[in-house]
């Protein structure tokens, strides 16, 4: 007991919260960093919606930054997250280790995961959770990215193309409904200017600002502050490129991407049999 507690601290100390779903509200404007991925996801949510009905289930949910946008179309929200990860000021449904989810068979009607995938070492076997908890009809929606930078180490195992996504699905006896990238060839080359520009610094200094000024409690901001003072000129530099790089990225995409290349995939798949 003792050490299943021990390794369930080790991991809080060891992960980074996931930047798609660290907030609790979606950040879209172009200095936010993950303004492309943002933009494309949000469209596709926004669009299949609809397809929420019943019970909906948010796996690996985060700070539940989507909830709103599937709110009027289902009768109950239910939240799980990872023990390791779990939030103080949000009360969950269900806490469990992915792939296994203790969740009662054929007990709701809609799943979705989003940036979760990636983080479990056998995310099909998920995938057969999913089957065993969807009622008849129920259908799930996820995100997974084909490209990110290295993200809540060292529990970041995979990327998935079109092709990987098609065959496990189907083999786990769910029709595919809509596939679809998030982003084409210039929003990938985008995003990854943009992470790029932010990973030169220490993220942990930099949360440690954007705490301080929300008024949140925080430790090392001595620490912190001085980091700031002497990374200014770059951290200045990012805060003017950013937005330039999101805008002018979205419209080369919008222009003239490429499918062929994309930053993930948004995947909507319905349980057929009981």
Partial sequence: MEATKEKIVNQKINLRENAVRQGSRINLTIFNYCFLVYYYLIKEIKKSAHYASGVLLDVGCGNTPFR?????????????????????NITYDYLSELPTLNVPDSSVNTIVSFAVLEHVSEPFETIKEFYRILKTNGIFMIYVPQYWHLHEEPHDYLRFTRYILQEKIRQNSFEILYIKGIGKSFAIAGQAFCNALVLMFDLKHVKNIFALLKGEKTSGVLNSLIYTICKSPLILLSVLLIPVINLTFLALDLLLGSEKDTIGYFVIAKKTSG
């Fill in 68 to 88: 709103e946008y599937f709110l009027k179309y289902i009768k109950k929200y239910l939240k799980h997250e990872h023990p390791a990860a779990a939030k103080k």
